[in-house]
């Protein structure tokens, strides 16, 4: 199993410019889930998805974020524009869900490192 | 609303001995999972153990171990015999059996390991 996967790792952009993060989730999970971490807030979720569809965003900063999910296999984070305060790492994770064993369990990727100059 | 805390924001052990990692929370629900996660240098964030709140027996998975205390709404982590790859963050969560799939963190505890 590949595990989720994110990408970039990395990412340095300027003020202003358009900043989309990727992830596939592990296959068979309906669950989705977008963190962002930092030393001031920690860990906060910003969105989850299940089934592909959007199903808490309250967590969400402002317009400025949104987040797709087209299909089971993908997602994207998209910051337009951003700012130095949107620095952080983002993680995401996936889920089961269903009735299948430990469907609750949150697997996370290895995050994407934002830094925005 | 439901809330995890951590109080230890650093803790120390020597290499091959004990260390206990503290978390509480608060809830009204009666069933929920709880969890520790752990965060090494390299960020990955690795489930360390799960507890169901139904479950009265304490989890266990090889050297990490639990004590559950329901009535006190205490979940502290256990670690045997330390090793230098447990040196990490070590975050708590907390989530309801139903409706939300909300996972609520707390703000970590760093864990050293000293050789």
């Given at each position: 199993d590949a595990g989720v996967i994110q990408s970039p790792r990395h990412e340095v952009t300027e003020m202003g410019q358009e900043v989309?993060?990727?992830?596939?989730?592990?296959?068979?999970?309906?669950?989705?889930?977008?963190?962002?971490?930092?030393?001031?807030?920690?860990?906060?979720?910003?969105?989850?998805?299940?089934?592909?569809?959007?199903?808490?965003?309250?967590?969400?900063?402002?317009?400025?974020?949104?987040?797709?999910?087209?299909?089971?296999?993908f997602s994207t984070l998209k910051i337009q524009p951003s700012e130095p305060r949107d620095s952080a790492v983002y993680f995401c994770a996936s889920s089961p869900g269903g009735?299948?064993?430990?469907?609750?369990?949150?697997?996370?990727?290895?995050?994407?490192?934002l830094t925005v100059t | 609303a439901q809330t995890?805390?951590?109080?230890?924001?650093?803790?120390?052990?020597?290499?091959?001995?004990?260390?206990?990692?503290?978390?509480?929370?608060?809830?009204?629900?009666?069933?929920?999972?709880?969890?520790?996660?752990?965060?090494?240098?390299?960020?990955q964030m690795i489930l360390v153990i799960r507890q169901e709140a139904y479950k009265q027996q304490n989890a266990t998975e090889n050297r990490f171990s639990v004590n559950f205390q329901k009535a006190a709404k205490s979940f502290s982590?256990?670690?045997?015999?330390?090793?230098?790859?447990?040196?990490?963050?070590?975050?708590?969560?907390?989530?309801?059996?139903s409706g939300t799939y909300k996972y609520i963190f707390g703000t970590g505890t760093r864990l050293k390991v000293l050789a």
């Open positions: 989309t993060l990727r992830c596939k989730p592990i296959s068979g999970h309906n669950s989705l889930f977008w963190y962002r971490q930092t030393m001031m807030r920690g860990l906060e979720l910003l969105i989850y998805f299940n089934n592909n569809v959007p199903i808490d965003d309250s967590g969400m900063p402002e317009d400025r974020f949104s987040a797709k999910m087209p299909n089971a296999s009735g299948r064993d430990r469907a609750y369990e949150q697997y996370f990727g290895p995050g994407t490192r | 995890v805390t951590q109080s230890q924001p650093e803790m120390s052990v020597q290499e091959a001995e004990t260390v206990t990692l503290s978390c509480t929370y608060d809830t009204s629900e009666s069933d929920y999972y709880l969890f520790w996660y752990k965060q090494p240098p390299s960020r982590l256990k670690i045997s015999d330390s090793q230098l790859g447990d040196a990490a963050m070590y975050f708590c969560a907390y989530r309801r059996i």
